[in-house]
């Protein structure tokens, strides 16, 4: 079974704090993403990877960042959380040739 | 056009009768689809995949395509209480990597 495992499931950070969520997927999969969901809103992506050190934004890149150091591990970093980033955070990751996703468990995080 | 559009719903249906989900898409570069199943609280998982013209069976599902008119549903034929669900609906872009989602459509199987 393909797993894809997000570092935590519930996360609560101060308006201003450097957050880091991490990804990290089992099968050898070569890209990975990471998307919001908010209700009403569906799943947004915020930016994806599909090798080692490359990065693609999404649709909603701004006021995020990521790091690919290796093929494994994909991360998302809030560089200044804010209250407009309290969501739900899903990691997937897929084979370049069946594109199909396996998603994380998601993180629930909150900015206060 | 959005991407890729699903009626919100909610849709409800009566316990085994058939459920009829839609989705539209707007990128003809587009090859394969994926409908994915999410839980209340919990991560989406993929049930169902279709890769060219036609029906796709599985169980009590099945995934039709339409690419001339950019157009996938998903039945659930004999619907239970258990279906109840948001079921989304995926496309992954022609021209790159991307893999894009509908809003999804919350399904209620009324007992």
């Known amino acids: 079974d393909v797993k894809v495992t997000q570092s935590s499931r519930y996360l609560v950070k101060r308006t201003g704090e450097k957050v880091f969520l991490e990804c990290v997927q089992d099968?050898?999969?070569?890209?990975m993403f990471w998307y919001r969901q908010d209700p009403g809103l569906g799943l947004r992506l915020i930016y994806f990877?599909?090798?080692?050190?490359?990065?693609e934004k999404g649709d909603i890149p701004e006021g995020y960042s990521v790091s690919r150091e290796k093929k494994e591990r994909f991360s998302l970093i809030l560089e200044s959380a804010s209250t407009n980033q309290t969501s739900m955070y899903l990691c997937?990751?897929?084979?370049?040739?069946?594109?199909?996703?396996?998603f994380g468990q998601g993180t629930r995080l909150t900015v206060v | 056009q959005k991407e890729v559009e699903q009626n919100s719903g909610p849709l409800s249906v009566p316990e085994g009768a058939i459920a009829s989900l839609n989705c539209t898409y707007s990128?003809?570069?587009?090859?394969?689809f994926f409908w994915y199943r999410q839980y209340s609280g919990k991560s989406p998982e993929l049930i169902m995949s279709?890769?060219?013209?036609g029906d796709k069976e599985d169980g009590r599902f099945t995934a039709q395509l339409n690419k001339a008119s950019q157009y996938v549903s998903l039945l659930i034929r004999d619907s239970q209480p258990s279906d109840s669900a948001t079921y989304l609906c995926?496309?992954?872009?022609?021209?790159?990597?991307?893999?894009?989602f509908g809003k999804g459509t919350r399904l209620h199987i009324l007992p």
């Open positions: 997937a990751s897929s084979l370049e040739d069946t594109r199909i996703a396996f």
């Open positions: 990877s599909y090798d080692v050190k490359m990065k």
């Open positions: 099968m050898d999969h070569e890209n």
């Open positions: 990128d003809r570069g587009s090859q394969s």
């Open positions: 995926a496309v992954p872009r022609g021209r790159d990597d991307k893999i894009i």
């Open positions: 279709i890769y060219s013209n």
